[in-house]
């Protein structure tokens, strides 16, 4: 497994300390990673379905759930621990917004982002404001516009974009999380930055 992938010494060592059956380990190792997971799923709860669940539900049955299969993953280890606790869920997520959005034919995509995240992903993309928008544009309407353009990428170029961005993920573990070849991740999420600053320099943001 390339050390990309890997996860660092301390979570090996509660890995191993698990599947000898330490079971304070366990949560630890749990512990160590939900705060971050937590942050994902919060990212990822679309508009529509933001009053009827939230990132708690989600991390709660993604926790049980992943507890469950625990010793499957510890005779397995497919991935690193994070990736598949990471990828449990967003599967857990999916199956809430399926559930929820079941009857409706157009879901608005528009994703919860942060102000603080929208307005870091513009830096990442080294897109300023001109006098002329910085004079128009306050920075919570900013932000409200990189929602709104992110909004317009397919839903996996959106999902490449903010793995690698937010989720901080190299583009072989996206590859593994998604189950995509390392060739199509890479290029879509160079498609995604592009297409994404289109959009915010047609919305009236300039490179």
Request: glycine residues 2%; proline residues 5%.
């Amino acid at each position: 497994m390339p050390s990309t992938w890997s996860d660092s010494e301390e979570t090996q060592t509660l890995i191993e300390l698990t599947a000898q059956g330490d079971e304070a380990a366990a949560e630890q190792l749990f512990a160590r990673h939900l705060p971050m997971v937590k942050t994902s799923v919060r990212r990822r709860i679309r508009t529509p379905v933001q009053s009827r669940f939230d990132d708690s539900d989600v991390l709660q049955e993604a926790h049980a759930l992943a507890h469950r299969q625990l010793n499957d993953f510890l005779a397995r280890r497919p991935m690193p621990f994070r990736l598949w606790l990471l990828k449990t869920a967003h599967q857990r997520l999916l199956d809430y917004e399926r559930a929820h959005l079941r009857a409706r034919r157009s879901v608005h995509r528009e994703l919860p982002l942060p102000d603080q995240s929208s307005m870091a992903l513009i830096g990442h993309l080294h897109i300023a404001t001109t006098p002329t928008a910085s004079a128009i544009l306050q920075q919570r309407e900013q932000a409200q516009l990189v929602r709104r353009c992110l909004a317009l990428l397919s839903e996996l170029d959106r999902e490449i974009l903010l793995l690698r961005v937010f989720d901080g993920l190299k583009n072989p573990e996206v590859s593994v999380l998604l189950e995509l070849p390392p060739a199509t991740t890479k290029k879509r999420f160079t498609r995604a930055l592009l297409r994404l600053k289109g959009h915010l320099r047609q919305a009236g943001l300039s490179e």
